[in-house]
């Protein structure tokens, strides 16, 4: 499992970001995503911890903690979802790949 870091400011790096947590445990891998234009950081991020008890210490120490100058949301981080109409599972069904609606 991993924790969902979010508020974070556009200047951290995961070298900030894994001593903020490493005070909670051992962190096995961090990350930032960016954005792919600009290549700057989203504002959020991703940390594994070694086990899971070290994740729920550093979510109920920094969940709402200040830091860089932003209140962190820090939370268990959730599966990603798959999206929708990408897989073209109904494209083909009806004329043309359109659905019809008279």
Do not use: C, H
Request: glycine share 14%; no cysteine; charged share 25%.
């Amino acid at each position: 499992m991993s924790i969902y870091v979010g508020n974070l400011s556009y200047k951290v790096t995961q070298e900030d970001l894994s001593k903020v947590f490493a005070d909670y445990g051992t962190v096995k891998r961090v990350q930032l995503p960016t954005d792919r234009e600009t290549g700057r950081v989203r504002g959020f991020g991703f940390v594994e911890m070694e086990t899971a008890a070290e994740e729920e210490a550093a979510i109920q120490a920094l969940d709402g903690a200040e830091w860089m100058g932003r209140v962190m949301k820090v939370n268990k981080a959730r599966p990603k979802e798959q999206k929708g109409g990408r897989s073209g599972g109904n494209w083909g069904k009806n004329s043309g790949g359109y659905s019809q609606s008279y």
